[in-house]
């Protein structure tokens, strides 16, 4: 139903489908539902998405399926940080913990970011619209991992001094390409909110195509990082994967415009 897709498709962010934003900023995605919702919201302020009051609550197969769904991604979310005071507390952070944390940090800031990046095309693919409502979760647990990382090199790497970490991004390639992807996910994590996507409209879309960038920069950053060891395998692998990430979607904009 490539019609039917078209209006659901990218109820969210890294879409490049231009009606996506009035659909995200719905509770809800299907078209009919926002609608309603929006008579909701009219006649009912300040109980945004509930039913009218007075009419009894039922969850729906769909809905349980949502909840199931959002503790799955809030398990996976925590997990790493559940791991690391699980091995903290065995002694198992290796026998340098600075360095084994801020390289675990990043390979979760990573692999969250990825996850974030698949939800669109899992969603058109599978056409199950309710997964879009978990991706900006996954993007937030991508900046959280992202931020204890940089905290952590800032810290443990850095000493906690601002003129070498100053230094340091200028010394390092590597680091300085992880800057720049930092730079380009901060806006998109202060912008996450239902607020943001509102008054920004239609550029709260354009803004957060930041995330290719932010993706193809992080990716660089794991890759120069490696050079120095001579070990590709991981980076090449996490390429790959946003490789075929990003080139579903250019087939499928190509395909929109072509029409
Ligand atoms: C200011 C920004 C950043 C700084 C200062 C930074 C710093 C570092 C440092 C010091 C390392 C370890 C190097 C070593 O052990 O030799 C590292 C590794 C890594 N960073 Fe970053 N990083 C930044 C941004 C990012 C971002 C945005 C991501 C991904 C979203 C990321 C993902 C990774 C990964 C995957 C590794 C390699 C982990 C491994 O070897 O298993 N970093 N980073």
């Known amino acids: 139903m490539p019609h039917a897709s078209r209006h659901n498709s990218s109820t969210a962010t890294p ?3 231009p009606d996506s934003t009035r659909a995200w900023t719905c509770a809800v995605i299907s078209r009919n ?31 349980y399926a949502h909840y199931a769904l959002s503790l799955c991604v809030h398990l996976f979310g925590l997990f ?21 944390l ?14 974030t990046l698949a939800v669109t095309p899992i969603r058109r693919l599978s056409g199950w619209a309710g ?41 390092r390639d590597f680091i300085g390409i992880g800057a720049l992807a930092v730079l380009c996910l901060v806006p998109l994590a202060v912008t996450s909110t239902h607020g943001w996507m509102r ?14 960038p932010a993706a193809i ?10 050079a120095g060891k001579n ?14 990430l990003l080139g579903v979607r250019i087939v499928w904009w190509a395909r929109q415009h072509h029409r």
């Not at 609608?35 to 039913?51: F, T």
């Open 231 to 244: 070990d590709f395998f991981e980076p090449h692998l996490y390429a790959w994967a946003l490789a075929v």
């Open 102 to 115: 801020i390289r675990s940090s990043g390979t979760w800031a990573l692999a969250l970011l990825w996850a």
């Open 15 to 17: 879409s490049l489908w």
């Open 80 to 100: 790493p940080l559940a791991r690391w005071l699980v091995l903290g507390y065995l002694g198992g952070l290796t026998a340098n913990p600075q360095e084994f």
């Open 131 to 171: 997964l879009v409502r978990h991706r900006r979760k996954l993007g937030l647990y991508a900046f959280f991992y992202t931020v204890l990382h940089v905290i952590a090199w800032a810290l443990w790497d850095r000493g906690g001094v601002p003129a070498s970490m100053w230094a340091d991004l200028w010394l």
């Open 33 to 63: 539902s926002c609608v309603v919702e929006s008579r909701d919201r009219k006649s009912d302020s300040g109980r945004q998405g509930q039913p009218p009051i007075g009419v009894p609550q039922r969850r729906s197969k769909s809905g």
């Open 217 to 226: 920069l992080s990716v660089w950053h794991f890759d120069w990082m490696r």
């Open 199 to 212: 008054r920004l409209g239609r550029w709260w879309t354009y803004l957060h195509w930041l995330v290719y």
